[in-house]
């Protein structure tokens, strides 16, 4: 968990669903993952890892801190997750990037997000990391919990600290690398500063 000062003492922890050991994961048809907390990895390759375990955590992580999920799609579907992710990151790595049949509608060859809507499909947007973390209290009202107006952690419209935005964005970069091999593992993850305070 982040450091207690940038957080309440009411805190909801949910079931996150899905734990096997990592030397005998389950089928990609049995994965319990949601997809948007899924790595790329296991979407495109259906492998699981400690790493892939990084990106999810990145992504719980973000959601616990802005009271909305990072990446977030009304029927859970693999196209919009995917756009999300390719709009905060850019550019999928090669073989994915290549095997996504639906990228073209909304990206050109370099990544970048289209000009205008095809086939009636909205289109991406340059979202950086840096941003998100710089909106969060800024669409409470809009991104209240299951439509309540409660807040999850904090008073609506609570921006993130400058102090804290930084750590914070260090630690999901790292978190959230294209590359399995380039994340964080858990033992930096649990020396980041974000983490420690």
Same mark, same amino acid.
């Given at each position: +968990?982040? /450091?207690?000062?940038?957080l ?10 899905e734990? !096997? ?6 089928k990609?048809e049995?994965f ?5 907390y899924?790595?790329?990895?296991t979407?495109?390759e ?6 892939s375990?990084?990106w999810?955590?990145?992504c *719980? ?6 009271g909305y999920?990072l !990446?977030?799609? *009304?029927m859970?579907?693999? /196209?919009?997750i995917l756009?999300q +992710?390719?709009?905060? &990151?850019g550019?999928?790595p090669e ?6 049949e &639906? ?6 060859? /370099?990544g970048?997000?289209?000009d205008?809507?095809?086939?009636g @499909?909205s289109?991406?947007l340059?979202c950086?990391?840096e941003? +998100?973390i710089?909106?969060?209290? @800024?669409m409470?009202e809009?991104k209240?919990f299951?439509g309540?107006?409660v807040?999850i952690?904090?008073? =609506?419209? @609570?921006? *993130?600290?400058p ?7 260090d !630690?999901?970069?790292?978190?959230? =690398?294209?590359?399995p091999?380039?994340r964080?593992? *858990?033992?930096?993850m649990?020396?980041?500063?974000w983490? @420690?305070g």
């Amino acid at each position: +968990m982040p /450091n207690a000062k940038y957080l309440t003492h009411d805190v909801l922890l949910v079931d996150f669903g899905e734990a !096997f050991p990592f030397d005998s994961p389950p089928k990609s048809e049995d994965f319990g993952i949601p997809i948007i907390y899924r790595a790329p990895e296991t979407i495109f390759e259906s492998r699981l890892s400690p790493a892939s375990e990084a990106w999810s955590l990145g992504c *719980v992580l973000f959601e616990i801190r802005a009271g909305y999920p990072l !990446f977030a799609s *009304v029927m859970g579907g693999r /196209n919009d997750i995917l756009m999300q +992710m390719v709009q905060m &990151k850019g550019k999928l790595p090669e073989p994915w990037w290549g095997s996504w049949e &639906k990228r073209s509608t909304y990206f050109d060859d /370099n990544g970048k997000p289209l000009d205008e809507e095809t086939d009636g @499909t909205s289109t991406a947007l340059d979202c950086s990391l840096e941003r +998100m973390i710089a909106d969060i209290g @800024t669409m409470d009202e809009e991104k209240a919990f299951l439509g309540s107006e409660v807040p999850i952690l904090e008073a =609506k419209g @609570t921006k *993130v600290p400058p102090d804290e935005a930084e750590s914070m964005r260090d !630690f999901l970069e790292g978190a959230l =690398k294209w590359k399995p091999e380039e994340r964080l593992s *858990v033992a930096q993850m649990l020396r980041h500063p974000w983490i @420690t305070g």
